[in-house]
């Protein structure tokens, strides 16, 4: 082995044996069991530890470590529980990706994305609206194929938001693909919403679909209309009811023509159809897929 490998080892961290060839006669004989060498610690809280890594191959991942101590409430647990469950689950190019999980150490380990905080910094860290329509149609269609995944598959997300939109762009791809991600509140559809996952959704989303309260049944609308105020974000880099005229009513939602008159009315139709109070009125992702304005 040569002194830069052994550099490498130090650089980071990595056991004194990783990348050593291992010869066994023993048909029974298994690799070792994968190891993860943290790069750097990314938005750390109470309850998760956030780690950029190198696994066994030198690739870079994402290992979300989950603080079950401070777990307290035995609601949060159960959603820990459901989380580990569907999660892995689930395949899909626009759904980040479980590569491996550890339910014993509560350690989720997911595929790496080279941008994933890019919506989080651009509109909500520098307020600046994303323009350029074909990249937003992109977006948007990225978006709503993962929600008809999920939505087919009768899971409801419950947590919609620019946060936890992830997006990851190769070296020869002009548009950033989107996936979602972060699926700590992901339900079945029907699961009744207690008071724990009510104030989950109202510390989180910036406006809370208007059918939302504690006893209600988590339903594919709902993510329509945290949809409807993720795009609203994108064009005018604020959420509807941060507009003044609003602040006092904050689920009666404004689309005066001066916010809009610069931007096709073909998205102006698809947000506003997508804000209706009713959530019957809404349109399922499917039926957004199928709008032409998205061909």
Known sequence: ?????DSLKKQHQLPQNFGEIIDSDDENWMPPKKSYSQLEEFEPSKFNKNIVALDWDFNKVFVKQLQIEA???????????????????LDHPNIVKVKEQNYEEKKIVLEFLNEANYFKKAILEQARPITNMIKLRSYIQDIAEGLSYLHNLNYVHMDIRIETLHCTRGLEDL???????DFGNIQRKGDILDAFHYEFIKKRQPM?????????????????????IVIHQMIMAYS????????????????AKAHWNKYEVELFKLVKSMLQ???????????ILQIPWLQ
Do not use: Y
């Open 1 to 5: 082995m040569s002194d830069s490998d």
């Open 71 to 89: 777990l307290e409430d035995p609601t949060w647990r159960a959603q820990v529980i459901k989380q580990f469950e569907i999660h892995p689950t």
């Open 175 to 181: 548009i950033r693909t989107v996936k979602l991600g």
């Open 208 to 228: 809370l679909p208007p059918e939302l309260a504690i006893g209600s049944q988590a339903d594919p609308k709902m993510d329509i209309w945290c949809f409807g």
């Open 240 to 255: 509807p009811n941060l507009m003044p005229q609003n602040q006092n009513q904050p689920t009666k939602i404004s689309f």
């Open 277 to 287: 109070i009713n959530a019957n009125d809404r349109p399922s992702a499917q039926q």
